[in-house]
């Protein structure tokens, strides 16, 4: 079992940047696929971006493609999501996501149910 905090969030302006961070401990991270989620006010839960277990392939909402950039560093246990160009609407509480999964299909990473461990999250605010 791997526990998974975040960390990293704020209160920025629109068309800032700003890194958030995954931290992984309890089991060896690298086996994991893991994935970023949010939930802004009064909406459902979305997917944000993924990573496989091995690094190779990364996937994206189309509402963050070309702007958000998702890396994992198994040395230091730690998954990052660098976030450029924010907009007010990219105002959410976001989740690192974690599971031993090993699928090839996208559309497995983009449903948050496939995903067994869960942060408390980290609260990313853009103001206009």
């Known amino acids: 079992q791997v526990q998974v905090v975040e960390s990293g969030g704020g209160l920025v302006q629109a068309g800032s940047s700003l890194s958030v961070s995954c931290a992984a401990s309890g089991r060896t991270f690298s086996g994991y696929s893991m994935g970023w989620f949010r939930q802004a006010p009064g909406k459902e839960r979305e997917f944000v971006a993924a990573v496989s277990w091995s690094g190779g392939n990364t996937y994206y909402a189309d509402s963050v493609k070309g702007r958000f950039a998702i890396s994992r560093d198994g040395a230091k246990n730690t998954m990052y999501l660098q976030m450029n160009s924010l907009t007010p609407e990219d105002t959410a509480i976001y989740f690192c996501?974690?599971?031993?999964?090993?699928?090839?299909?996208?559309?497995?990473?983009?449903?948050?149910?496939?995903?067994?461990?869960w942060g408390q999250g980290t609260q990313v605010t853009v103001s206009s």
């Open positions: 996501a974690a599971d031993t999964f090993r699928s090839a299909s996208g559309p497995y990473y983009r449903n948050e149910n496939n995903y067994a461990y």
